[in-house]
């Protein structure tokens, strides 16, 4: 049996849960999100104690590691619609920095011209300055992954630490090369 996916999911005040046959459908506050559950876990609402619950109605240890897997996934779900989620990122290096143009982010990198990056739909870039990115979003994987191609671009170097890191990311320095006199 499944720790995790036994669990029911809590349903927060201001979240609304729809479920219908396979499909899941969550909104809040936040926005709004859509999955299916995978074949052999079925899904249902109680809306009297405000919880979902999943389950593997097979009992087939296989697919434990699915149940599981699909109960996060509601989790973060209503997770992202009440409360969201949010990733912070840190430009470091001279004459590195971000600008918001609209739907698309301009990142000045080090490289002969700016790199756009298209924003995708459902996620929100805020730059307080302009080498700090906020971004945000109710869907934990578009968040994640739309950080991480940010941070692809130019990942921090060992050596200066130049780069786009992660805001609480420690970067590992190197010592540079040692120069000796030839007496």
Not at 76 to 83: F, R, Y
Not at 92 to 111: M, N, P
Not at 131 to 141: L, M
Not at 145 to 169: L, M, T, V
């Amino acid at each position: 049996m499944s720790r995790i996916g036994k669990q029911p999911i809590p349903v927060p005040q201001g979240v609304k849960v729809e479920v219908s046959g396979r499909t899941v459908k969550v909104a809040g506050p936040k926005g709004h999100l859509t999955m299916d559950v995978t074949r052999p876990i079925t899904i249902r609402l109680e809306s009297d104690k405000n919880r979902v619950v999943l389950e593997n109605p097979d009992k087939n240890p296989m697919y434990n590691m699915i149940w599981g897997t699909m109960r996060s996934l509601v989790e973060n779900m209503v997770i992202g619609v009440s409360q969201g989620y949010v990733k912070r990122l840190e430009v470091v290096g001279v004459g590195y920095q971000a600008r918001l143009q609209g739907k698309e982010l301009s990142l000045q990198l080090g490289f002969s011209e700016a790199v756009i990056v298209s924003l995708p739909d459902q996620v929100t870039v805020e730059l307080p300055n302009p080498t700090h990115i906020v971004i945000s979003g109710p869907d934990k994987q578009l968040v994640g992954e739309f950080a991480a191609r940010c941070r692809k671009i130019r990942p921090p170097e060992p050596y200066k630490g130049k780069g786009i890191r992660y805001q609480e990311e420690v970067v590992r320095r190197k010592a540079g090369k040692a120069f000796v006199s030839a007496e």
